[in-house]
């Protein structure tokens, strides 16, 4: 069964700075990953996603994630870190029918990112 | 992206009884998910909603606790039953096309159990 792991439950970068949010997956056929953002009050919106194709996917906002098989890692990047960047972000492997409802999203524990000025 | 609205987005309730939630999406959609947010954790599936056919539930959840409706390709609705203080959290309908597509996720629904 897919997993996910998010390192860290809590990053705090100053404006300016490289944002870097880990992702690890466990998946016993090649994953499908998803990074979403989470900003208070509200619910759940994709930043990227990667399927199949070029391992290094650009999202939203300026954030791009890397998918590296040997390392079973998704990481979440961007540059330089905005203070509107605040936000949980939650990376997602999808349950492709290996022990539970086919297409649903197994998410990591979130990591909430606070930016300082 | 499909546009999802979720009604109500939040609602403080007694204890024993019960709310449901509406999910109401602005195309046709295959697969409805309904998920739970327990207050500073991740999301966990509680069930998994397609039109035309019984809600399949998550290990640890129940369909006498979440019943679940799927009347056409727009709507749904979870309601949850005989509430206690545990069921705090907040509640998020999604859609999806396919596995290797992304899901997209309504607003949420925010219920305090007194």
């Known amino acids: 069964a897919q997993s996910v792991t998010q390192l860290g439950s809590h990053v705090s970068v100053s404006e300016g700075a490289l944002v870097l949010l880990r992702c690890n997956y466990s998946s016993s056929v090649p994953p499908y990953l998803f990074w979403y953002v989470q900003y208070p009050n509200q619910g759940l919106q994709l930043l990227l996603k990667?399927?199949?194709?070029?391992?290094l996917v650009k999202g939203i906002n300026g954030f791009e994630a890397e998918f590296k098989k040997s390392e079973t890692s998704f990481h979440l990047t961007k540059p330089s870190a905005h203070m509107s960047d605040a936000a949980e972000y939650f990376c997602?492997?999808?349950?492709?029918?290996?022990?539970?409802?086919?297409?649903?999203?197994?998410f990591g524990k979130g990591t909430k990112l606070s930016v300082k000025p | 992206s499909a546009v999802i609205s979720q009604k109500p987005s939040r609602d403080i309730c007694q204890r024993g009884t019960s709310l449901t939630i509406q999910c109401q999406v602005d195309?046709?959609?295959?697969?409805m998910f309904w998920y739970r947010q327990q207050p500073g954790q991740s999301l966990t599936l509680i069930a998994t909603?397609?039109?035309?056919?019984?809600?399949?539930?998550e290990s640890g959840f129940v369909i006498d606790k979440f019943p679940i409706s799927r009347p056409n390709l727009t709507f749904s609705t979870l309601t949850v039953s005989n509430m206690s203080p545990e069921d705090s959290s907040i509640y998020l309908c999604s859609v999806g096309v396919a596995s290797n597509q992304p899901q997209h996720f309504g607003d949420g629904t925010r219920l305090s159990i007194l």
């Open positions: 909603a397609n039109q035309g056919s019984e809600a399949t539930y």
């Open positions: 990667y399927t199949t194709g070029a391992t």
């Open positions: 195309s046709q959609v295959t697969m």
């Open positions: 997602a492997v999808s349950d492709r029918g290996y022990g539970g409802s086919q297409g649903n999203l197994i």
